[in-house]
């Protein structure tokens, strides 16, 4: 029992060692869009990890179609942490069957290609390390762009770390499992209302105000869990209303997703299945973690009290530097 409880305390340490040097979950875009009979243009969107030189070439570059040809060099400008491209093609023949894409993804990256016809539907892709490239189809597959959405939604809660480490923190301070899945529920609801709210246009916030939010949401949940493990008869808030709380910051939660999912962009004539299948993965990213820390919990309570109590105080105190380090980057960066 004593190694199982050190190799969780060493899990603990691996686990929250992670986002202070994580990126946002920032896929890759790349698109092909019709403007005339045979004439495309071809726009990219490659995220620059900040861990690397500014002036690094990306490690992907756009795969165009056989049958297609660039006319002229391509335009390339850096942005925040991104490269963006443009550059027009001239296709001559049928596309259905041919691919376009990336080079290569490294690693667990995911991207988008999108392709937007004239005179027939967008088709849209989720391209990874293993596919790079998609393939046009002759008519798109709507169970392919539900499958695909679905599994963009669970990956942007189990690697966007605010989102993560507030579901985290939320856990370790309400703890028993049926309280834990309510209040995880509450957080869905009220991050799909605003995601989809804005989504269709109905409203928004600008980012950064929403962003410093999020991280306030993590430092809240921080301080409760702090002061409970302070003092275990103390009722919080969220103790006493966590479902509340979790609605509370998952409206603003849901604004960050939005922002998200417009990087990626949504295709037309499956907006409903493709926000229906994000809000799922989300859902079902969120319970796998619950599961998890729920797991990892009564496996620290087995082993030694001592043990328990510095792993929680350590996870506590790195989500709640984590989440003012953001709070502070947000608001005065």
């Not at 698109?31 to 969107?45: D, I, S």
């Not at 950064?208 to 869990?225: D, K, N, Q």
């Amino acid at each position: 029992m004593r190694h199982l409880a050190r190799a969780i305390m060493a899990l603990v340490l691996a686990f929250i060692a992670a986002p202070l040097g994580a990126d946002e979950l920032r896929p890759a875009v790349i698109e092909m869009t019709e403007r005339e009979a045979g004439e495309w243009v071809l726009e990219w969107k490659l995220p620059v990890s900040s861990s690397r030189a500014p002036n690094a070439a990306p490690l992907a570059q756009p795969v165009i179609p056989q049958g297609c040809a660039m006319q002229g060099e391509p335009v390339q400008r850096a942005a925040s942490l991104a490269l963006l491209g443009r550059a027009a093609l001239r296709c001559d023949s049928a596309l259905a069957g041919a691919s376009f894409g990336l080079s290569e993804l490294v690693g667990s990256a995911d991207a988008i290609a999108r392709y937007v016809p004239l005179d027939g539907p967008v088709q849209t892709f989720r391209l990874t390390a293993e596919a790079p490239v998609a393939r046009i189809l002759a008519a798109p597959d709507r169970s392919v762009v539900f499958a695909d959405y679905l599994v963009i939604g669970a990956e942007h809660i189990l690697l966007g770390w605010d989102h993560l480490l507030f579901v985290i923190a939320l856990v370790l301070l309400v703890r028993a499992p049926w309280p834990v899945i309510k209040a995880a529920t509450a957080f869905t609801v009220a991050h799909s209302i605003t995601l989809v709210a804005t989504t269709l246009g109905y409203t928004g916030l600008p980012s950064r105000p929403v962003e410093a939010l999020i991280a306030l949401s993590i430092v809240f949940l921080a301080v409760e869990v702090a002061l409970v493990m302070r003092n275990p008869d103390r009722v919080t808030w969220t103790r006493r209303y966590p479902w509340l709380v979790a609605f509370g910051f998952g409206l603003f939660h849901g604004f960050g997703f939005a922002g998200a999912l417009a990087d990626i962009g949504l295709p037309q004539g499956e907006v409903a299945s493709a926000l229906l299948a994000f809000n799922l993965g989300v859902e079902a990213g969120q319970l796998l973690v619950i599961a998890a820390i729920i797991a990892i919990l009564a496996a620290l309570k087995r082993g030694p009290r001592m043990l328990e109590t510095r792993a929680l105080k350590l996870a506590t105190y790195a989500i709640g530097v984590t989440g003012a380090y953001w709070l502070v980057e947000r608001v005065v960066g």
